[in-house]
């Protein structure tokens, strides 16, 4: 079946360093989705990406949709305490989400 | 509170007792999911409701789990003769047709 994978599994930084999380898939990904998952909690919807090429920001956020529509990435700009969590992408396809791994930022003290 | 309701949020049983959780989704939405996660795993689909059919079911929900949307409006998931592996948060999950999913609290369901 279909499989998104998602690097790195970890990615510990300084505070007000960059972040980068990547999906990618040997299929053609129909509409890619990205959640973050506070530790204890669940799943929080921030953007969906659905044409070739997409680029959306939310602030400090960008995120992108490959052209081949086989990769997706998120970036963080100026890490900050409150971006702490795991960050997920997801194929929405046929009524359902394929996940990838997670990708957990963790800041280092 | 207009978001996706789940109830109980903790339920700890017996290996062999039945569970049922319970999913309030957001009223304007017809469409609802159950997942399933385990620790340091993304979410696993399990179902997909629109209205109150009942239009897709992953092979990872058994003979014993059972999910029914009556009326298109709350949604309930069973769990028949538990056991270990079960043991799980449960995320249930509505969308409207244009997507992007409002993830309830969930249920975190420990079996012993």
């Known amino acids: 079946g279909q499989q998104v994978m998602q690097i790195p599994q970890y990615q510990h930084v300084q505070e007000g360093e960059d972040f980068t999380t990547y999906c990618n898939s040997s299929?053609?990904?129909?509409?890619i989705q990205w959640y973050k998952q506070r530790p204890g909690g669940h799943p929080v919807f921030l953007i969906q990406?659905?044409?070739s090429g997409e680029v959306k920001k939310q602030k400090r956020l960008t995120f992108q949709f490959g052209e081949a529509k086989k990769n997706s990435s998120l970036h963080i700009t100026a890490t900050q305490t409150t971006d702490v969590g795991t960050y997920f992408c997801?194929?929405?396809?046929?009524?359902?989400?394929?996940w990838g791994a997670g990708t957990k930022l963790i800041i280092k003290p | 509170d207009t978001g996706v309701s789940q109830d109980p949020r903790h339920k700890i049983t017996k290996r062999g007792q039945n569970v049922t959780f319970r999913c309030d989704p957001i009223s304007e939405h017809n469409r609802l999911y159950w997942y399933r996660q385990t620790l340091g795993q993304g979410p696993e689909f399990l179902t997909y409701?629109?209205?109150?059919?009942?239009?897709?079911k992953s092979r990872l929900l058994s003979d014993r789990f059972s999910a029914e949307r009556p009326k298109g409006s709350f949604s309930t998931l069973e769990i028949q003769r538990t056991e270990q592996g079960d043991s799980a948060m449960y995320l249930c999950a509505s969308s409207p047709a244009e997507g992007g999913y409002t993830f309830g609290s969930g249920t975190r369901l420990t079996v012993v």
């Open positions: 409701f629109q209205n109150e059919a009942q239009l897709e």
């Open positions: 299929t053609t990904l129909s509409n």
């Open positions: 997801a194929d929405d396809s046929n009524y359902q989400l394929i």
């Open positions: 990406l659905v044409k």
